[in-house]
């Protein structure tokens, strides 16, 4: 007994600190259980309040007259309905949050609720909307959850519902999913119940006013000047490139940039499912895809699109990115004349970029032997570029390869430039350069008798 009193002493101390840190941690979690309680109810106070406000606003205003009025007048007789209301509901706030809620029911009236201030900020590039009290943006390659919230379901239903009016568009049970565009060229896709099991769902892709040049990628690391130079070359050669890279790897940011190093002498198409492309040159035919109406009817796709735009006698066809038959036609265009046309996929790497054209193919529903398709990929395409996005967020330009042809049934490719990494630094960024490989590409004749003329060492291994 002795010796377990000695021991029980010896130990105690370390037992009642260890009891005192877990009575201070649960005190800590009842308070941050309570903070976060508290946070929320002020937040339903606040949503309730603006809910309240919004529907006497609507007692109050014409809105009929509205639409005749410009924005600066409507949003001045928002602000003045606005305070009249809150002084009639006796809301006691400061001048700060009066002006906050006169801001949000500006939003509301004109804009798109809660997540207008997301699409005026223009570091995000994403805004996905899981639910009425789960909004998260993506910015600079990292998501984070916003503390915008819509009142309920029924209010992001509005917003929905407003969305898909202003381009013609409906969203209902019978059609739960839509795709439509902002009025800045964002992207839109909203799914709703039954489909979307915990509510409405809407996802906002942002497109800049001014896209990003070939300086802003060297400049952040996703090329560098080199791979700037060849990438020019090759599009001022007329190479048919493919551009490769998983969601949100910056294909659409690339096919920009390289479709600006087209010459402003010839004639450029465009299809798109979205049209996300901001081509500068003159002489620019857009043409987009349009979904079936309520009735199933009224469909273009993007294989119309290509087969349409061989007979406006292109110089370039662009296509944003293949998803099914057309590629087929596509390939065909490529290899009948219509030289230097540029489009995307989205893959992993290139060689699976190469597997998911011929998947494409099979889907124009064509009984086409594999070495036919594979014959047919092999001529028609020069130059598969890949992106990739790093875990840290960054996109970088990981391969540039050259299809230099068959061997078999395969088609053989080399490797011109590569992504290599040299590690993380302090800040948790990964260090990398894109880098050539030492190989000189087969297509370098065909630069120099388009009289382009590259640095004799731009393709020669340099250690870093």
Do not use: W
């Amino acid at each position: 007994m002795a010796l377990l009193d000695r021991l029980h002493r010896f130990d105690s101390p370390k037992a009642e600190a260890a009891n005192a840190a877990k009575k201070k941690e649960r005190k800590s979690d009842k308070g941050d259980r309570s903070l976060e309680t508290t946070e929320k109810e002020v937040l339903n106070r606040h949503q309730d309040l603006k809910f309240r406000v919004h529907n006497r606003l609507f007692d109050l205003l014409d809105l009929a007259k509205l639409t005749k009025l410009s924005e600066e007048r409507i949003r001045e007789d928002i602000a003045v309905a606005t305070r009249r209301v809150l002084e009639e509901e006796k809301v006691l706030l400061t001048l700060e949050e009066r002006e906050q809620l006169v801001e949000e029911m500006q939003h509301e009236v004109l804009g798109l609720g809660p997540i207008e201030p997301l699409l005026q900020d223009p570091t995000i590039c994403d805004i996905l909307v899981n639910g009425h009290d789960d909004v998260f943006v993506e910015r600079h390659g990292k998501l984070f959850k916003t503390p915008a919230r819509f009142k309920d379901d029924a209010h992001l239903m509005r917003i929905i519902e407003k969305i898909v009016s202003a381009v013609g568009r409906r969203v209902d049970e019978t059609t739960p999913m839509v795709d439509a565009r902002l009025a800045d060229g964002s992207r839109v896709n909203a799914i709703i119940p039954p489909l979307a099991l915990d509510g409405p769902s809407v996802s906002i892709r942002r497109f800049g006013t001014d896209p990003l040049t070939h300086d802003n990628l060297i400049e952040v690391g996703a090329v560098s000047p080199e791979v700037v130079q060849l990438l020019q070359a090759i599009v001022k050669a007329k190479l048919n490139v493919l551009i490769s890279g998983g969601t949100g790897a910056g294909k659409t940011t690339l096919l920009n940039v390289m479709s600006g190093f087209i010459p402003s002498d010839e004639r450029i198409v465009t299809i798109e499912d979205s049209a996300e492309l901001q081509l500068k040159q003159e002489h620019v035919v857009r043409l987009e895809t349009r979904p079936a109406n309520i009735e199933g009817k009224g469909q273009i796709s993007q294989r119309h699109l290509v087969i349409n735009s061989l007979r406006m006698r292109p110089d370039r066809i662009v296509v944003g990115e293949v998803r099914g038959g057309e590629a087929l036609d596509m390939l065909q265009a490529m290899n009948t004349g219509h030289d230097g046309s540029l489009t995307t996929v989205h893959a992993n790497a290139p060689r699976d970029a190469l597997s998911r054209l011929e998947t494409m193919i099979a889907m124009a529903g064509l009984d086409i032997p594999q070495k036919a398709v594979r014959n047919q990929i092999a001529s028609a395409i020069n130059v598969v570029v890949q992106l990739v996005r790093l875990p840290d967020g960054s996109r970088r330009l990981s391969s540039l390869q050259e299809i230099s042809g068959m061997e078999g049934e395969v088609v053989t490719m080399q490797e011109i430039f590569t992504l290599e990494r040299s590690g993380i630094d302090e800040d948790g960024k990964i260090d990398s350069r894109v880098v050539p490989t030492g190989i000189r590409p087969r297509f370098s004749e065909r630069l120099r008798y388009a009289g382009i003329e590259l640095p004799s060492d731009l393709f020669d291994r340099r250690e870093r």
